[in-house]
C-alpha cells in the first residue's frame, strides 16, 4: 500500500553509504541558497537532473513526484516573476529545481532501512544522554508502516457501511468511529508487545 | 514513555498517513474540499496531547525523511523536506504540540460545548498559527520572495483551515465522549 520510493539498482549512486549522501544533500542546500548567479544555479540543476537520471529509474516512475513539483515551481516562479522581476524568478525556480532532483536521486537510490540505520547513528548521541532510545524510534516506525494498509480498508469499510445506509460522506461521522477503533486497537497492540517483553532492554554488559 | 504511548503515536501516525489515502471530502457549499492529512494534524493534539500527538507527527515527518510517499497525492523523500513547502511540514509537528498543549492546560475534562469551542480556538493557534509561523519564513526563504508576499501566498489556505480546526474540534469531542483517554 505505501510502496517506498526506493528504486533497486547498482549505480554509484547506490553504493554511496546513506548518511554521506545526506550529508552532501544538505551541504548542496545551503550553499545552493547562498549564490544568486544563474549560471552556477543552471549548473547545479542540471546537475540535479544528471544525478536523477544516473539512478536508473523509468520517467513513468517518477511523475508523481515530478508533477507536484512541476505545480508549486511553476506557482513561485510565476509570483517571484511578478513581484521581483525575471532575475529573481529564474533564480528561485532553478534553486528548487536543483534542491529537489538531488533530493529526488537519494531517496530513489537508498533503502528506507539504510535511512534509518544513518539515523540511528546520527541519534546515537541522543541515545547516550538518556534522552531517546533508537531501537524505540525503530519499533515506531515498524508499527506505521504495518498499520497504514489495516487503517486505510478500516476507513473504506466504514465509508461503504454508511453509503449502504443512505448516509453522504461526512468527515465527522467517517473519523469520529475511525479513531476510536484505533485507539482500542492502540491497547491490543500495546498489551501484545509488553506481552512479549519487546523492546528488549539494551545489553549494557561491556563487550 | 511507556509502550502504550509509543503504540498510541505510532498508530495515530498511521491514520495520519491513511488519511491522506482517501479523497478529499466536500463540506457543504466549500468551494475547497478537505484534505483530511492535516485535520490528523489537528486531531493529534486535541485527542493525544501534546507529548504523543507531537511524536505522531514526527513520526510522520520521518517516514517523509526516509522516502516513504506518506504525503496525500502520494509525494514523500527529502525533497518534500528541504522543498518550498518544508517548513509547513516541520511546522506541523509543533502545530500538534501547541494544540495538545493548550487543550490539555485548558480543556482536560469532559467535553461540552465550552470545550469543544475551545478546541476550535487551540487548533487555530496550533494547527494554523504555528504551522504558519514556521511554514511562511521557510517559503520566504527557499523560494527568496520576501515575507511579506510569502504570507500573502499563503493566505489563500485560511479559510481551509479555519474550516478544518471547527471539524477536528467536532471530532475530537465525538471520539472523547465515545472513548476518552487521558492526554498526554
Partial sequence: ?207 | MTTRDLVLSALFAALIVALGLIPAIPVGALPVPITPQSLGVMLAGLILGPVRGGLAVALVVLLVVLGLPVLSGGRGGFGVVVGPTGGFLLGWFLGAVVTGALVRRFAPGPWGWRETAFAVLACLLGGIGAVYALGIPWLAAVTGMGLSKAALGSAVFVPGDVVKAVVAALIARGVRRAYPIDLR
Fill in chain 1, 1 to 207: 500500500m505505501t510502496p517506498s520510493l526506493y528504486r533497486p539498482g547498482t549505480s554509484r549512486l547506490h553504493r554511496a553509504p546513506a548518511g554521506l549522501k545526506l550529508a552532501a544533500l544538505a551541504a548542496a542546500g545551503i550553499a545552493l541558497v547562498l549564490t544568486g548567479s544563474l549560471p552556477v544555479l543552471a549548473g547545479a540543476a542540471l546537475a540535479g537532473a544528471g544525478l536523477v537520471r544516473a539512478t536508473g529509474a523509468p520517467l513513468r516512475a517518477l511523475r508523481p513526484q515530478v508533477t507536484g513539483l512541476a505545480w508549486v515551481l511553476g506557482v513561485v516562479v510565476a509570483a517571484t516573476a511578478v513581484l521581483d522581476g525575471p532575475h529573481q524568478a529564474a533564480a528561485a525556480g532553478l534553486r528548487l529545481l536543483a534542491l529537489v532532483l538531488a533530493a529526488l536521486a537519494v531517496t530513489l537510490t537508498t533503502r528506507a532501512s539504510d535511512l534509518l540505520d544513518a539515523l540511528e547513528r546520527a541519534l546515537a548521541p541522543l541515545e547516550r544522554r538518556g534522552w531517546l532510545r533508537a531501537d524505540r524510534v525503530g519499533l515506531a516506525v515498524a508499527l506505521v508502516l504495518r498499520f497504514v494498509p489495516e487503517i486505510a480498508g478500516q476507513a473504506a469499510a466504514l465509508r461503504e457501511a454508511q453509503a449502504a445506509r443512505g448516509l453522504r460522506a461526512n468527515p465527522v461521522t467517517l473519523i469520529v468511529p475511525l479513531i476510536v477503533r484505533t485507539l482500542i486497537r492502540a491497547d491490543a497492540v500495546a498489551e501484545a508487545i509488553e506481552a512479549r517483553s519487546y523492546p528488549p532492554e539494551k545489553d549494557t554488559t561491556p563487550r
